[in-house]
């Protein structure tokens, strides 16, 4: 559903790593300051087996980095999964992933990280980095836990009390509910603790001024950004930390003018080189349509150039269909006609969702510059201007694609898409001499001639 690239987290998690060694081979190496004990800890393996399988190797003392420690073999007559899967059930023993109250719990019961068990003997600069590796392993264990819990958390329905009587189960179902609301609030705060923690020790993160670091730690604590799905948020935060991009501002809006119909939205506001455009998310997407993510949308502001960008007031992700498909259906004579996007003189650039998966994202880069199109001629052009528009259409003599042949308005915006994305390119100059007259008129509207 989305682009919002799967990039990793700032700092990657030791957890997910390790469980793909044990996994794939027989042995793993130790890294810089792990003992035996923080081996078994990183990589979710009883302590005693691996004690057992590395009979000559201390169990407490810092290994030598690179020291290989033979993992042992699962047991195929186990009822617990081998590790390694990618599941939940790796820290609790079940094969379904627990609810948000089952996950506070068990990470509840996680030892938090210690020095308790090192030889006294041990310099303290050792121990102190032994701590660091622990510390480093325990939130990348709890942060899978917390982040697999919110992703795959359902909320109760009222429907799971039908055997009690309507009022009791009412109040059963609220009580619930509530409950739920806040187990959910409490992972996701957990989440961002360990993101920061994380953040925090990035050179990335560190080498942003001070005020941008705010931002993004403010943007991460955010209730709004944490309800986006997870991939959305590690994409964002990459981003801001190569200085793609900053959301600035996150903020609820009720019954926001969707062109699909007022619905509550979340506003992010995107700063792109100090320019800023707001972008409405629906509040309760259908989960039967796609749509674009955050991120996506983003990216594809950053792909425009800054005098496209700044022609646009707002971008709205609409949580339905435009209304008047029907109408151009009719009017471009496309049966079943679905509009992807629409943009016009107000400056509002409006994406619908799709039913079979969201177009890529160069598909929505260049429909962002096509509906800047529409921007462009919407404010710019009166009848004089579409006569001298319709004039050079005619004389160039050439299409510049099928889609520009529904009306001069879309010939006007399919010509701007390709303007703007060839000019200052080698592509430029075959472009001008097939299409002169549209490019010259352009020329004179984006001063780039």
């Known amino acids: 559903m989305t682009r919002i690239p799967s990039t990793p987290p700032p700092v990657e ?16 190496l130790s890294q810089h300051g792990e003992s035996l004990a923080d081996v078994a800890l990183r990589t979710g393996t009883s302590e005693a087996a691996l004690r057992d399988a590395n009979p000559t190797l201390p169990p407490f003392d810092a290994l030598p980095p690179g020291t290989r420690v033979s993992t042992p073999a699962p047991t195929p007559d186990s009822d617990v999964p081998p590790r390694g899967d990618g599941g939940i059930h790796n820290y ?3 094969l379904d992933t627990p609810s948000p ?12 990280p210690n020095i308790r068990d090192l030889p006294q003997q041990l310099p303290d600069e050792d121990k102190q980095q032994i701590l660091e590796v622990r510390r480093i392993a325990y939130d990348a264990k709890v942060l899978e836990m917390a982040e697999a819990a919110l992703e795959n958390a359902e909320p109760p329905q009222l429907s799971d009390y039908s055997s009690l009587p309507p009022g009791t189960a009412q109040a059963e179902y609220l009580m619930a509910l509530a409950q739920y609301q806040s187990d959910v609030a409490e992972l996701r705060d957990i989440v961002a603790d360990i993101r920061q923690r994380q953040l925090e020790a990035d050179p990335e993160f560190q080498a942003l001024p001070a005020e941008q670091q705010q931002a993004v730690l403010d ?20 981003a801001m930390l190569t ?3 900053y959301v600035t501002g996150v903020s609820t809006v009720e019954g926001h ?47 425009l150039p800054a005098q496209s960008r700044e022609r646009i007031e707002r971008v ?26 629409t943009g016009g003189a107000e400056g509002i650039v409006s994406i619908f969702p799709s039913e079979n998966g969201t177009p890529s994202q160069e598909s929505l880069n260049g429909g962002l510059l096509h509906e800047v199109g529409h921007i462009v001629e919407g404010q710019d052009f009166g009848e004089e201007e579409w006569a001298t528009w319709e004039a050079a259409m005619e004389s160039d003599g050439q299409s510049v694609s099928g889609y520009a042949d529904n009306s001069r308005d879309e010939d006007f915006a399919e010509t701007y898409k390709l303007y703007m994305s060839v000019i200052g390119t080698p592509e430029e100059a075959a472009a001008r001499e097939q299409y002169p007259e549209r490019f010259e008129i352009l020329d004179q509207i984006t001063g780039n001639g």
């Not at 995107?270 to 800023?276: A, K, R, S």
Request: no cysteine; charged share 25%; glycine share 8%.
């Open 257 to 303: 003018g969707f062109s699909s119909g007022e619905a509550d939205a979340v506003q992010f506001d995107i700063t792109i080189d100090g320019q800023t455009t707001p972008v409405y998310l629906p509040a309760e997407p259908d989960p039967a349509l796609d749509y674009h993510g955050l991120d996506e949308v983003a990216d594809g502001l950053v792909s």
């Open 316 to 341: 709205d992700v609409n949580p339905g269909a435009n209304p008047s498909d029907e109408y151009w259906a009719e009017e471009y004579d496309s049966p079943g006609f679905r509009s992807y996007m």
């Open 13 to 28: 998690p030791l957890l997910a790593h390790s469980r793909d060694a044990v996994s794939r081979s027989a042995a793993i």
């Open 101 to 112: 109250r089952e996950t506070l719990d068990a990470i509840d019961d996680l030892p938090e």
């Open 92 to 94: 609790l023993g079940k």
């Open 243 to 245: 200085g793609e991009y």
């Open 219 to 238: 943007v991460l604590h955010d209730p709004a950004f944490q309800s986006l799905p997870m991939e959305q948020q590690q994409a964002v935060m990459a």
